[in-house]
């Protein structure tokens, strides 16, 4: 089994703004359970006992994004037992995009970028992410880590994704993990009505792989009832092939155990999709 989304942070070694912040609500919940270092030794107590043999890192707000991905590359190097693939933070508008890349791609694990559109309606009007939409160095930049073979992992709220469809459809080669199943944050009979609507625009595009990953940030006393209605419809319209789980640990971990999360993902899919949803498709995805 792969682990698609995880992350990793040593408070020592990589500084993350974000992360130690007190008193700073987010739309996530309270950080402070998570304000202490989660090395890949606690993230493999958590994920080995549930049959998990790989993994995929994803940037996590780091100050600096190749400081985060250099120590992640190390980590990699240092537990050549666990492989591990990781999607690292890269501002596809910038003037130096193609250093930047080729920095990042002397780096054996780097398998994909990351910049987030959107997070949730409140911080998203703070932060100005959803911006980069309108942004055409954006849709650049995406066409730039495709034609390098760079995927791009994509986290947005639904309100956005018929507008990110029409930025996606101009960088057709480049493939897009979708994180968290399009983050359906409102969870009312209605609100998931209108997410399935929207998603339908993404999952339309061959490009578009869903990550059945962080389904606990928008429900934070989530039952295997809630999260089903979720897994279902994007199974339904990816199908096994175009989905692919993710802990979103350390995060995920103010909701739920690592075998809780585990348990109710392989409970919902059918069996005979399990090996393409916790195996197959992350293994294609990632190149691992």
Known sequence: MIDAHHHLWDLSAVSYPWLMAEGVARFFGDPTPIQR???????????????????????????????????VQSVADANADWPMAQVVFCDLTACDLGDTLDAFQNLSTVRGVRQIVGRAPGEDAVTGTNGLLDDSRFAQGLREAGRRGLSFDLQLIPELME????????????????CHAGSPHDRSPQGLRDWADKMRRLSSLPQVTCKLSGLGMFQHNWTQDDVRPIIETCLEQFGPERCMFGSNFPVDSLY?????????????????MHDQVFHGTASRFYAL
């Open 256 to 272: 739920s155990d690592y075998a809780t999360l585990v348990t109710a993902h392989r409970s919902t899919v059918p069996k005979g």
């Open 163 to 178: 507008k990110t469809a029409r930025v996606l459809e101009r960088a057709p080669d480049t493939q897009i993990a979708l």
């Open 37 to 71: 270092d989660y090395l890949l030794s606690a993230f493999r107590n958590d994920a080995a006992t549930e049959g998990i043999t790989a993994s995929v890192h994803i940037q996590v707000g780091a100050a600096d994004g190749m400081a985060e991905a250099r120590w």
